[in-house]
């Protein structure tokens, strides 16, 4: 967990991200990697371990690409080209 990018969004304010938006970005923060701040997940993962559906999911790391506080990268699995999971990294300042 990267204590300084949790502090981050938590001090995102009501204008900068809606209340879900915060919620992911919060799992993403306790979830990532402390140096490279990385985490490795899938929507659905991200979905079942926030409570919230997939499809809402999708729509908010949009959201969070769109707005810059967010970089998704996919991973495909190797030999097979399909998407196996996703790097999230929650951008700096």
Do not use: H, Q, W
Request: charged letters at 25%; aromatic letters at 6%.
């Amino acid at each position: 967990m990267s204590t300084e990018v949790v502090a981050k969004v938590l001090g995102l304010t009501a204008r900068e991200v809606t209340p879900t938006e915060r919620l992911v970005l919060l799992f993403l923060a306790n979830e990532g990697d402390e140096e490279t701040g990385a985490c490795f997940a899938n929507p659905e993962i991200l979905a079942r371990r926030t409570g919230l559906p997939v499809r809402t999911v999708r729509g908010i790391i949009k959201s969070l690409t769109t707005k810059g506080f967010l970089t998704v990268t996919r991973c495909p699995e190797e030999g097979s080209g399909e998407t196996l999971k996703y790097v999230y990294v929650i951008e700096p300042d």
